[in-house]
Structure formats: structure tokens, C-alpha cells
């Protein structure tokens, strides 16, 4: 199990990621937290064992993002090496 802190740090990233999406989508401008500001934060912490991907993809899922376009943009990036 991981670390509390890095959970909690976690949701806050993906809450304000959805936030800033859904304000910036319903304003019609572009801008905001963009995924790949998130991302590489939270793909770090699983790399450093500070939480694992099962623990990102749940906090995604609470957010009303899928679980599995986690599972996938993980991938992804591991394949970028």
C-alpha cells in the first residue's frame, strides 16, 4: 500500500485537472490542467513506488475518468523509453 500523502496528492491533482477542463470547456477558451499535467506527476510516484497504478487508476475513476485510458496512457508511457 502506498502512502496516504501521495493518494491525497493524487486526487487533488485529478480534481483540479477536471475542474480546470470542465471551466475552461464551458467558457468555450482554451487553457487550463491539461492531462500531461497530471500524468508525468503521477507516473513518477508509481515509478518511485510512492503509490501504484491501481491506487491512480481508482482516484481517476472517483473523478469520472476511466480507469482503464489510465491503465492505457501508463502504457503508453513506458513505451516512450
Not at 500531461?36 to 472517483?62: C, G, N, Q
Request: glycine fraction near 4%; charge should be positive.
Amino acid at each position: 500500500m502506498a502512502c496516504k500523502n501521495y493518494e491525497q496528492a493524487a486526487t487533488v491533482l485529478f480534481e483540479a485537472w477536471e475542474r480546470s477542463y470542465k471551466a475552461h470547456r464551458k467558457a468555450g477558451v482554451p487553457g487550463g490542467m491539461d492531462k500531461w499535467d497530471v500524468y508525468p506527476v503521477v507516473f513518477e510516484w508509481i515509478d518511485e513506488r510512492k503509490i501504484t497504478l491501481r491506487e491512480v487508476m481508482a482516484i481517476a475513476k472517483k473523478t469520472g475518468i476511466d480507469p482503464d485510458v489510465v491503465k492505457m496512457r501508463r502504457s503508453h508511457w513506458n513505451k516512450r523509453f
